[in-house]
């Protein structure tokens, strides 16, 4: 309940400075309707934001194992990474486009919003993938590693786990490593 409450607050004093960037014309309503209309439609868009995030998981999951299924370990996996990243590219990018369409009080065409939503989609796809390559390290030898730990990461303890292409080849090529050492 907290963390709605919190995001919501979030989501109203972005609607605040997004009403600087797209002013309304004509006088400004301030009432405790139009408070309680900010903060429901805020608290909508956290629910669609994370609606959209969760769809954006699935998504890439499922063209993941559609890739590995189709492609296995040949080197056309890579079609697989660039429709992942394209398709969690354009989710994030609506998602944040979105909340540029629908936060501020003024109208707001979808192109103004698209050209908002697509910076933010960027920085945030990037971000995620810079933190799934952490997650998949080079492999270490087995001097520098005492004879009972093994890194493993998340992804890799399970076989069955949904991971990129590249990352599912990091974690082949650790095995391999560690096999042979």
Do not use: Y
Not at 93 to 104: D, I, Q
Not at 156 to 174: E, L, T
């Amino acid at each position: 309940m907290l963390l709605a409450v919190s995001a919501s607050a979030t989501f109203s004093s972005l609607n605040m400075a997004l009403n600087i960037v797209w002013p309304i014309s004509g006088e400004p309503r301030s009432s405790i309707m139009t408070m309680v209309r900010v903060r429901l439609v805020s608290f909508g868009l956290v629910l669609g934001v994370a609606f959209l995030l969760i769809v954006s998981l699935v998504l890439e999951t499922a063209i993941q194992a559609a890739c590995m299924w189709l492609f296995g370990d040949s080197p056309f996996v890579v079609i697989g990474d660039i429709v992942q990243l394209v398709a969690g590219l354009l989710v994030l990018s609506v998602a944040f486009g979105a909340l540029m369409k629908f936060l501020p009080d003024a109208p707001v065409e979808w192109r103004d919003a698209m050209v908002g939503g697509v910076p933010p989609g960027s920085r945030a796809k990037i971000g995620s993938m810079l933190a799934a390559s952490t997650r998949t390290a080079a492999p270490v030898k087995a001097a520098e590693v005492a004879p009972t730990v093994v890194p493993v990461s998340p992804a890799s303890a399970r076989s069955d786990a949904p991971v990129s292409a590249a990352a599912r080849r990091s974690i082949n090529a650790r095995a391999e490593h560690t096999q042979h050492s």
